[in-house]
């Protein structure tokens, strides 16, 4: 998102597909509705609009940027509190019952997949000076040989 201008953030990329800003407000609130209390309540709580998520309620970058560091904090906050066998405590979703470690695994998944859209939309916008976030394509061969020379490999 940082590669963005703030206009482009609160932008379709194409009729009827979520803007970066949309995409951000869903997964703050699925975070949020996920991990705050998660040992002792659904992860679907009563108080979440989700629907509402697809509307558009933020007006700045700065907005976005909270909303996305909050979410994550719910997270990290969450994995911070487990100090037992993921596999034997088991937590709910929407009625569904989950292991701590089934229901890593799934909201991962699940955040993995919009970030991707993010990272997408984002380098539509950005197009010749979309700047890598991992190997440049056509960079593959250079950056092996940096990571063995800086291992002694």
Do not use: C
């Amino acid at each position: 998102m940082a590669q963005v201008a703030d206009p482009r953030l609160f932008a379709e990329p194409v009729k009827g597909i979520n803007s970066m800003a949309i995409i951000v407000q869903h997964l703050h609130g699925n975070m949020k509705s996920r991990w705050k209390d998660f040992l002792t309540t659904d992860g679907e709580k009563s108080w979440r609009n989700r629907d509402g998520e697809f509307e558009l309620s933020v007006e700045s970058r700065e907005h976005i940027l909270t909303l996305w560091e909050e979410g994550w904090q719910y997270l990290f906050s969450a994995l911070d509190q487990i100090d037992f066998d993921i596999d034997k405590v088991h937590i709910t979703i929407r009625g569904e019952k989950h292991t701590v470690h089934e229901a890593l695994i799934r909201q991962l998944a699940h955040y993995a997949s919009h970030i991707g859209q993010i990272i997408y939309i984002a380098k539509i916008y950005a197009g010749d000076d979309w700047r890598s976030l991992s190997i440049p394509k056509g960079g593959s061969e250079a950056f092996n040989t940096d990571k063995r020379k800086a291992n002694n490999f």
